[in-house]
């Protein structure tokens, strides 16, 4: 059964900190990896990774992802209050199975 | 980014009536749309991937004559909740993609609550 795993479930940290999020994952058939931001209710697309070792970009925001150890990390930089959320990451394997979530809550 | 919206964002209904939720993308044609569930802080669970002009694919454990889905064209899919209960209650939202673009562009999803 394809499983993806998410470390750690919850944390609390504060404006300016860095944060860093854990994938983990099992799967038959990998396609892509996918990293979305869920706030209030509908999940908002972050990041597509297919390659090992290419970073991905957007503002404070990166990621990337190993393929031989099946496993992505996403990397928030000076955390602000707006970056509370739950960050879901997704493995496309013709399906998408998303794992439990990372609660992040930046207090002012 | 493409634009999928969902309908109603919030519905109450009675025991053992049927609610319908509508998906559309309004910006491209999806040719696959997926409808996933999700309970209060638990992840997105796949319900089924419906297809354009083909009946939907149920995810092992849903029920298909309990969750209809419709994906009669190539903007708009739609998921019916028959005889809904409590136990029905959740947080549904549904997601499409581009053609071949992996990219899941999702709608602001529908809160279903059954008395």
């Known amino acids: 059964e394809d499983k993806v795993v998410q470390s750690p479930l919850s944390l609390v940290v504060h404006e300016g900190d860095t944060v860093t999020l854990n994938c983990s994952y099992e799967?038959?058939?990998?396609?892509?990896l996918l990293w979305y931001k869920q706030e209030k209710k509908a999940p908002t697309f972050l990041f597509m990774l297919t390659s090992s070792g290419i970073e991905k970009k957007s503002g404070r925001l990166s990621s990337i992802l190993d393929k031989k150890e099946l496993f992505s990390i996403l990397n928030i930089t000076a955390t602000q209050t707006g970056d509370s959320a739950v960050y879901l990451c997704?493995?496309?394997?013709?399906?998408?199975?998303f794992g439990a979530g990372t609660t992040v809550t930046v207090r002012a | 980014g493409a634009v999928v919206s969902q309908h109603p964002s919030r519905v109450i209904c009675k025991s053992g009536t049927s609610v319908k939720i509508e998906c559309r993308s309004l910006d491209f044609q999806a040719t696959t749309m997926f409808w996933y569930r999700q309970f209060p802080k638990q992840s997105l669970m796949l319900m089924a991937t419906?297809?354009?002009?083909?009946?939907?694919?149920?995810e092992q454990g849903v029920e298909k004559d309990k969750f209809l889905i419709n994906h009669a064209s190539l903007t708009l899919s739609t998921l019916t909740v028959t005889s809904a209960h409590p136990e029905d209650s959740s947080f549904y939202i549904c997601?499409?993609?581009?053609?071949?673009?992996?990219?899941?562009?999702f709608g602001s999803g529908t809160q279903l609550s059954v008395l």
């Open positions: 997704a493995v496309n394997d013709y399906k998408l199975s």
């Open positions: 419906s297809n354009e002009g083909s009946k939907a694919t149920y």
């Open positions: 997601s499409a993609t581009q053609g071949s673009n992996e990219k899941l562009f």
């Open positions: 799967v038959t058939n990998f396609r892509s």
